[in-house]
């Protein structure tokens, strides 16, 4: 990273790190990849191919402690191989019993069912550090009883945003395919407080007083999705919202039609669904909803970064709009990209950023600040741009059948999380949610829904 390389290997985190260490240590952030692979792993193979990405990103090597204050820094990297943990056939077909017991879960896929246990493993819930401090991603591998098998990374949020997941996951497969990757390699990691470019941040502290007051006061008129359980001990669920490759391509024209990206169509479509889960919704009800948008902001530092420098370099724009019920898809879409857009283009993701982190520090450390101390901040969150994936050779070779990627969301954050990919043209979308706060069946009719409104929106593309 040029000369923001650290000079010591030790640092303290950056104020955004601080509150993702805050955040998982609740239930938030845990980012799970999960493949199903049709083809006995090599295990030799994909521990070499952990050890180069160990070599080539030192943040992956780094073991978080807390220290004597409230804060947490993170400890000078050290040289070993990441542990591959192996579940053998035995114990992964008892866990898969055990989890689909549970009458939701009875319906899953195996894959599925081993991402969502995968993501409420933390063993960043108790900061007592151990000797070293705590390491920040883990490996295992579940094997399934009809050769097929799972491989899974679990990492901390903190050392790991959407667009590490993905050239993660993009490193791992060049270096388990024949060509064994390469060409990455990083000098170092900072916090994204210390990357924003000069004036960037510029706001008076009578400025951050009144954003504070509205943005505090603006959460008590959202509307939440109904709380089914909200005393209850929390996990994270997964809902696969999935399209056609037609059904995509219609959509996809829809926002390009308009001017506006598909989070766009996918936030409007989540409003839309909300609000007619409401009971006999009187005429011209009004209902206001939060919505958060997060956007890498690797291309707006200085220096610039590459998406292969691994770390968490997203912001947060937060923002509420009142559906009525009688908007179009996609005449809110356009309202809402156009207003996530303009805050994007005055700024509000960095100058917001250390009001949102201190706003959320402080719903985490007191819950009875949320509605029903349920820690919800807004409805739905939503990426500016989707992740783009098409099959390779190398996937091919590894027998790759199928993934999901997302983080977890029962601690601080939406009602749901979207997590969307176009894969071969397709749109796989992973909605997380925090259960029981809300259940399975009332997230699968939500998304259903949605995908109604989208499909039904294609008809006016012709008249855009």
Not at 148 to 154: I, P, Q, S
Not at 156 to 166: E, K, L, P
Not at 224 to 246: C, G, I, P, W, Y
Not at 287 to 314: I, M, W
Request: glycine letters at 6%; charged letters at 20%; one cysteine or more.
């Amino acid at each position: 990273m040029g000369d923001h390389t650290p000079t010591s290997q030790t640092r303290l985190l950056g104020g955004t790190e601080q509150n993702w260490c805050k955040a998982v240590a609740g239930g938030t952030g845990i980012t799970a990849l999960a493949l199903q692979v049709s083809k006995q792993p090599n295990v030799a193979l994909f521990k070499k191919a952990l050890q180069k990405l160990q070599n080539d990103h030192p943040v992956l090597n780094y073991m978080l402690n807390k220290n004597n204050s409230t804060s947490f820094n993170i400890n000078p990297p050290i040289s070993h191989d990441l542990p591959l943990n192996i579940i053998n056939q035995l114990k992964t077909s008892e866990l898969l019993r055990t989890l689909m017991s549970n009458g939701s879960n009875a319906s899953l896929s195996p894959l599925h069912v081993i991402l969502e246990h995968e993501l409420n493993i933390n063993e960043w819930c108790d900061h007592v550090a151990s000797v070293g401090g705590l390491q920040l991603w883990f490996a295992n591998v579940y094997t399934l009883p009809d050769k097929k098998w799972v491989l899974v990374l679990r990492l901390h949020a903190g050392i790991c945003d959407r667009t590490t997941a993905v050239s993660l996951l993009k490193e791992l497969k060049e270096a388990m395919g024949e060509g064994g990757g390469g060409g990455y390699k990083e000098k170092g990691n900072v916090g994204i407080e210390e990357l924003i470019p000069v004036g960037k941040t510029k706001k008076t502290i009578w400025a951050h007083g009144l954003d504070m007051v509205a943005y505090s006061v603006n959460s008590f008129t959202l509307t939440n999705l109904k709380f089914k359980d909200a005393k209850s001990a929390r996990r994270s669920e997964v809902v696969r919202l999935k399209m056609s490759t037609q059904e995509t391509h219609m959509l996809l024209t829809g926002c390009k039609l308009r001017g506006i990206k598909l989070c766009g169509a996918l936030v409007a479509a989540t409003l839309l669904a909300a609000y007619s889960s409401k009971r006999r919704p009187r005429n011209n009800h009004r209902k206001k909803y939060g919505v958060v948008f997060l956007n890498d902001c690797r291309a707006y530092l200085q220096p610039s970064l590459s998406t292969h420098e691994f770390g968490f370099y997203h912001s947060a724009i937060s923002t509420s709009h009142e559906v009525k019920g009688e908007e179009t898809l996609w005449d809110l879409a356009t309202k809402i990209y156009k207003t996530f857009e303009n805050s994007k283009n005055n700024n509000k993701h960095f100058s917001d950023m250390t009001d949102l982190n201190f706003l959320m520090s402080k719903a985490i450390e007191n819950p009875s600040l949320t509605p029903s101390s349920s820690l919800r901040t807004s409805l739905v969150s939503a990426f500016e741009d989707p992740i783009i994936e098409h099959s390779s050779d190398t996937e091919r070779e590894l027998g790759l059948d199928d993934y999901i990627g997302c983080a977890s969301a029962h601690g601080i954050g939406p009602s749901v999380g979207l997590f969307d990919t176009i894969r071969d043209g397709q749109l796989d979308c992973a909605c997380v949610y925090p259960a029981p706060l809300h259940s399975r069946e009332q997230m699968e009719e939500l998304i259903a829904k949605m995908k109604v409104i989208l499909i039904e929106s294609f008809k006016m593309n012709v008249k855009a």
